[in-house]
T-cell receptor, first 119, second 115 residues
Framework: DTGVSQDPRHKITKRGQNVTFRCDPI?????LYWYRQTLGQGPEFLTY????????KSRLLSDRFSAERPKGSFSTLEIQRTEQGDSAMYLC?????????????????FGAGSRLTVL | SQELEQSPQSLIVQEGKNLTINCTSS?????LYWYKQKYGEGLIFLMM?????EEKSHEKITAKLDEKKQQSSLHITASQPSHAGIYLC???????????????FGKGTKLSVKP
């Protein structure tokens, strides 16, 4: 499988617990992104990595959220002390060049997402 | 306020009918992406538009970006049940000279196609 893999696909947890999601991007893609999508909304950018460096974080990423990409390959997104408002789909994507006829354009390839439900 | 407005929010069409989904911004769109999402799944890339007046087609789906680069439309000809899903537009609102991947998305348009 050469796509973006996310694990777990579904997670149900109680408020206050910690959860961790993993993303394995397409192997040759240097840039990895995390987005969050709540019901009826479009995805919202959280953070991204260039190799192992975290280059940008959205104001949506509170102190309870931490993301890592230690070896520049897979990434983890941890949420500490989960709240009901954290219930959402967490999407991972990697960035690549688009082939012709596109010129100088990139595209995000998304994984299937990890759905979090906080009770 | 939502930076990318999509309309309609939802659409039910009879199989075989044509339909159009719109995506509008008050700011210049430097890269406009159309994705399709099945419920509970990830986003599948459809097309990307960069230049004002540009139009791209893939199978029965055509996307256009207006000359001012502030509005895009997605048109499906002779809709089929396989076209059902949520269509999302996403855009670069900064001119990076190539997407940095930090996209703003609309809320999506839910399309149902009745056989």
């Amino acid at each position: 499988d050469t796509g973006v893999s996310q694990d777990p696909r579904h997670k149900i947890t109680k408020r206050g617990q910690n959860v961790t999601f993993r993303c394995d991007p397409i192997s040759e893609h240097n840039r990895l992104y995390w987005y969050r999508q709540t019901l009826g909304q479009g995805p919202e950018f959280l953070t991204y990595f260039q190799n192992e460096a975290q280059l940008e974080k959205s104001r949506l990423l509170s102190d309870r959220f931490s993301a890592e990409r230690p070896k520049g390959s897979f990434s983890t997104l941890e949420i500490q002390r989960t709240e009901q408002g954290d219930s959402a789909m967490y999407l991972c994507a990697s960035l690549s060049n688009l082939p012709p006829p596109y010129s100088g354009a990139n595209v995000l390839t998304f994984g299937a997402g990890s759905r979090l439900t906080v009770l | 306020s939502q930076e990318l407005e999509q309309s309609p929010q939802s659409l039910i069409v009879q199989e075989g009918k044509n339909l159009t989904i719109n995506c509008t911004s008050s700011k210049t769109l430097y890269g406009l992406y159309w994705y399709k999402q099945k419920y509970g799944e990830g986003l599948i890339f459809l097309m990307m538009l960069q230049k004002g007046g540009e139009e791209k087609s893939h199978e029965k789906i055509t996307a256009k970006l207006d000359e001012k680069k502030q509005q895009s439309s997605l048109h499906i000809t002779a809709s089929q049940p396989s076209h059902a899903g949520i269509y999302l537009c996403g855009a670069d609102l900064m001119n990076y000279g190539g997407s940095q991947g930090n996209l703003i998305f609309g809320k999506g348009t839910k399309l149902s196609v009745k056989p």
